[in-house]
């Protein structure tokens, strides 16, 4: 189980930071990652962590993700945020080293999604 939490709104510019705690797996065999849904759109693929990390272009240098193994957790730490950052974000979790890593279909858990709005 995936459960995410600390969204909101916020103004453009603004930070905010997600956190998403798992359970029920080994988390430290596990592949993290946010994915993001905006209304009309696609899910899209913000950053993963394993034993590096990943980022899509459009949040590189904006957007920070981290994982504690102890506490089961990873986070997005999301900076200079913009109006086009407006999404649910979803945390997603898959065994081992995807073989991509930015697909959803590379996932297999998923949590229920946190909304995110960023005001201009």
């Known amino acids: 189980q995936l459960v995410e939490s600390g969204g909101g709104l916020v103004q453009a510019g603004g930070s905010l930071r997600l956190s998403c705690v798992a359970s029920?797996?080994?988390?430290?065999?596990?592949?993290m990652a946010w994915f993001r849904q905006a209304p009309g759109k696609e899910r899209e693929f913000v950053a993963w962590t394993g034993r590096a990390t990943y980022y899509a272009d459009s949040v590189k240098g904006r957007f920070t993700i981290s994982r504690d193994n102890a506490k089961n957790t990873i986070y997005l730490q999301m900076d200079s945020l913009k109006p086009e950052d407006t999404a649910t974000y979803y945390c997603a979790a898959a065994f081992g080293t995807p073989r991509s890593g930015v697909k959803p279909a590379d996932y297999g858990d998923w949590g229920q999604g946190i909304q995110v709005t960023v005001s201009s």
């Open positions: 029920g797996l080994t988390f430290s065999m596990y592949t």
